[in-house]
């Protein structure tokens, strides 16, 4: 999901830890190094990697092409490939049935039936095409923040994941007492009373 | 900062149901005039409410949609102990308005629709056009921010017995 969608949605996380001086070029080196690379040849279901914000499917990271208004603003390319495990049954049938008639045996063993999956697996996710999904990433190094344009759970976690990889920075997501303790500047006495807190019963 | 997320974040869930709740308390029960000292921002209940109650093992949920998503079904949900995990609100700011949906379990924001900002005609404006996106997320979120801090603050303060007393007086008549 886009930035500019006309409906979006965020999940916002803190930046914790110091990114190497300088940081423009840390950064570039980050996502040049973990940039989205096209492998249609891989038979995984998954290709994950930072692409540009204005350039999804051609990523450029050259000179300051992911600053904006002194934010750090790329996307996160994620392809997935699946294979219905209808089709995957099918033709494990199929090379089942093959092997079967070639060895002259009536059964497989477990190990035999395993690897024919495998490979029928394999072979079915080169023939597909994967998915792109680009979710758009803007970070605010000065204030330590970072938007993050999904709150689907998986792309949040590759984001973390990758994110960490690139920067040697970690992401903390913000959540209710994360919130609370990092953000809201609190006195030292109101966050030792935040963190004694329990559920309040309004009713019922 | 030592911050163990994984254990903080199960153990404090409860704050960002009881701030919803909250927010819906305050929305209603305070003049729209005094919600804001800029008079010409208001914030209103949206077309969505999620409230969910914990029942011995199980987990009761009800969704209210609409417009006016209201009220009276959930106000009877809290009469029976449930806590608002979704809420969906309008915030207005001179002639500006979001509408999005806050998850309290995280404070994420979802369905988030900022004011007009009319098209994209060449990739010369794409930039202008981001900048001024994210002045509007910026806002939006100089308010929930804002708010959750006077929750916060009113949550760890020995005003919130008060506050509690109040919420059961509206929930109750």
Redesign the interface.
Known sequence: MGLLSSSVSINRYYVEGKIEEPVLDTVKKGLVKHSFRENDDDSSNKNTGWTSFNNHFNPNFNKSSFVIDELFIFSLRIDKKSVSPKIIRKFFYIETAKRLEESGRGYLTANEKKAVKEQVTDALFLRVPAVPNIYDVVWNYEKSMLWFFSNNKSANEELEILFSASFNASLIKIFPYSEADLLLGLTDKERDHLSLLSPSKFAG | ?M?D?SL??Y??????S??L?WLWFYIVNTDRDKLFDNKNETLEIGNKIVLE?KVIDAVEKVTIKGKDAGLEEGIIS??????VKELNLLYRKEDKEWSFTV???????????TPDIGF?ES?KD??G???E??FL?ASL?FLI?GL??KF??L??SDG?ITV?SD??KW??F
């Open positions: 900062m911050l997320v903080t974040y153990r404090y869930g409860f704050l960002g009881e701030f709740t109650r809290l009469k029976k102990g449930a806590v998850t309290g379990e995280n404070l994420g924001v979802s369905n988030l629709r994209i990739k794409v930039e056009f981001v900048v996106k994210i997320y979120y921010d959750y801090k916060i603050k949550r760890v919130w509690v919420m059961n929930i109750i």
